[in-house]
Protein backbone atom coordinates (compact mmCIF):
# COMPACT_ATOMS: atom_id res chain seq x y z
CA UNK A 1 0.00 0.00 0.00
CA UNK A 2 1.44 3.54 -1.15
CA UNK A 3 0.88 5.64 2.06
CA UNK A 4 2.17 9.27 1.90
CA UNK A 5 4.70 10.07 4.88
CA UNK A 6 4.96 13.66 6.51
CA UNK A 7 8.08 14.77 7.71
CA UNK A 8 8.50 17.69 9.84
CA UNK A 9 10.91 20.42 9.95
CA UNK A 10 12.99 19.48 12.43
CA UNK A 11 13.67 15.81 11.03
CA UNK A 12 14.01 17.26 7.12
CA UNK A 13 18.35 17.52 7.86
CA UNK A 14 18.00 13.40 8.55
CA UNK A 15 15.38 13.00 5.33
CA UNK A 16 17.67 14.71 2.98
CA UNK A 17 15.47 18.00 3.48
CA UNK A 18 12.39 16.00 2.34
CA UNK A 19 8.91 17.66 3.33
CA UNK A 20 6.95 13.89 2.64
CA UNK A 21 7.98 10.74 1.18
CA UNK A 22 5.55 7.89 -0.43
CA UNK A 23 6.40 4.45 0.94
CA UNK A 24 4.81 1.09 0.95
CA UNK A 25 3.40 -1.21 3.74
CA UNK A 26 0.67 -2.61 5.58
CA UNK A 27 1.07 -1.38 8.80
CA UNK A 28 2.64 1.64 10.89
CA UNK A 29 5.50 -0.59 11.49
CA UNK A 30 6.53 -1.44 7.85
CA UNK A 31 5.97 2.04 6.37
CA UNK A 32 8.43 3.25 9.34
CA UNK A 33 10.56 0.19 8.49
CA UNK A 34 10.65 1.20 4.64
CA UNK A 35 11.36 5.17 5.68
CA UNK A 36 14.39 3.95 7.97
CA UNK A 37 15.88 1.73 5.06
CA UNK A 38 15.98 4.88 3.15
CA UNK A 39 17.18 7.57 5.75
CA UNK A 40 19.49 5.50 8.06
CA UNK A 41 19.39 8.50 9.96
CA UNK A 42 15.69 8.94 11.13
CA UNK A 43 16.06 5.35 13.09
CA UNK A 44 17.85 6.69 15.98
CA UNK A 45 15.70 10.13 16.05
CA UNK A 46 12.32 7.99 16.09
CA UNK A 47 12.95 4.74 17.67
CA UNK A 48 14.76 3.56 20.35
CA UNK A 49 17.03 0.55 20.44
CA UNK A 50 14.40 -2.23 21.12
CA UNK A 51 12.88 -0.86 18.08
CA UNK A 52 9.67 1.15 19.77
CA UNK A 53 8.80 4.67 19.13
CA UNK A 54 10.84 7.31 21.10
CA UNK A 55 8.74 8.53 24.06
CA UNK A 56 8.65 11.84 22.73
CA UNK A 57 7.52 10.88 19.48
CA UNK A 58 3.41 10.65 17.75
CA UNK A 59 2.86 9.60 14.87
CA UNK A 60 -0.71 9.98 13.54
CA UNK A 61 -2.77 7.96 10.53
CA UNK A 62 -5.39 10.26 9.03
CA UNK A 63 -4.94 12.46 12.15
CA UNK A 64 -5.16 9.81 14.70
CA UNK A 65 -2.89 8.94 17.24
CA UNK A 66 -1.67 5.43 17.06
CA UNK A 67 -1.02 5.06 20.61
CA UNK A 68 -5.13 4.87 20.26
CA UNK A 69 -5.87 2.47 17.47
CA UNK A 70 -3.38 -0.67 17.16
CA UNK A 71 -0.18 0.69 17.52
CA UNK A 72 3.19 0.36 15.17
CA UNK A 73 0.40 -2.92 14.28
CA UNK A 74 -2.27 -0.18 13.01
CA UNK A 75 -3.29 -1.14 9.17
CA UNK A 76 -2.58 1.34 6.87
CA UNK A 77 -4.34 1.93 3.59
CA UNK A 78 -3.62 2.86 0.01
CA UNK A 79 -3.00 6.58 -0.17
CA UNK A 80 -3.20 6.87 3.73
CA UNK A 81 -0.88 9.76 5.10
CA UNK A 82 1.09 8.74 7.86
CA UNK A 83 2.49 12.12 9.70
CA UNK A 84 5.43 11.80 12.88
CA UNK A 85 5.62 14.53 15.22
CA UNK A 86 8.31 14.64 17.74
CA UNK A 87 7.12 16.96 20.62
CA UNK A 88 8.99 20.03 21.33
CA UNK A 89 9.64 21.81 25.15
CA UNK A 90 11.01 24.85 25.84
CA UNK A 91 10.55 27.57 28.73
Given at each position: ??????IP?????????????????????????????RF???????S????????????Y???????????????????????????????
Amino acid sequence: MAVVVKIPTQLRAAAGGEAETVLDGATVQEVLDGLFERFEELRTRISDDDGSLRRFVNVYLAGEDIRFLDGLQTPVSDGAELTILPAVAGG
